[in-house]
């Protein structure tokens, strides 16, 4: 079956602007991750979706970012006013348990965002 | 936190050797994740472990966890140009949340 989606897969911005990263999880997956990877690190967690709500957003790094996912399914994150330093790939990931037990996590292409 | 580290962070290893990728992690962790990484690409999973001594082998990969040290390995067995590529193990626990904490990575280069 198809896998985890995102769109766009680059996205070049100027500093100061707003960008929407969209996700696409696999169809049935309760659970939605965004992570954020930065040239030659792992993936870093930033927030955590079960169904509709966020519930964990502990990696969100300032309030500029923002994620959220209205019906249980698709996730948006929104960075407003970017900066250099949100550079990085983003990706997202989704799996069908999200409360306890084994909870094996499928990852998109990503989206490249380079803020200029 | 829990925190995740990984050597070597670079490996360059002929065609038809065996090496070993080790993770280690600060805190308790009940999973433990292997992922394969290719340049431009995504994370495409490897193994899940979830016991004390899990071993699970896909070809010439095999990875194993030991809870009590707090450590995974990755061992490569005779190793093919086309393993070439970026390692990630992850630790996961019910204490932190459900969130990975990813290594940063073992590059990976077989050379014919």
């Known amino acids: 079956g198809a896998g985890v989606s995102q769109t766009p897969s680059n996205k070049v911005t100027e500093k100061g602007k707003y960008v929407e990263l969209r996700c696409d999880p696999i169809?049935?997956?309760?659970?939605l991750y965004w992570y954020r990877q930065s040239l030659g690190q792992g993936p870093e967690f930033l927030i955590y979706f079960q169904g509709t709500g966020a519930a964990d957003d502990s990696g969100l790094p300032n309030d500029r970012f923002f994620a959220v996912r209205p019906e249980g399914s698709v996730s948006t994150l929104k960075i407003q006013r970017t900066e250099r330093g949100d550079s990085a790939v983003y990706l997202c990931a989704s799996s069908a348990i999200g409360t306890s037990g084994y909870n094996e996590q499928f990852f998109g292409p990503g989206t490249r965002l380079t803020v200029l | 936190e829990l925190k995740v580290e990984q050597n070597p962070l670079f490996l360059s290893m002929q065609e038809g050797k065996n090496y070993t990728i080790y993770c280690n992690y600060s805190t308790t962790s009940d999973r433990l994740y292997w992922y394969r990484q290719d340049p431009g690409k995504s994370l495409e999973s490897l193994f899940v472990l979830l016991s004390n001594g899990a071993v699970k082998q896909e070809g010439r990969l095999m990875a194993s966890l030991d809870t009590k040290a707090r450590l995974s390995t990755l061992h490569i067995t005779a190793a093919v140009h086309d393993l070439s590529a970026t390692y990630f193990c992850a630790a996961s626990s019910q204490n932190t949340g459900n969130q990975f904490y990813f290594g940063t990575g073992t590059s990976l280069t077989v050379i014919p």
């Open positions: 169809s049935g997956h309760t659970a």
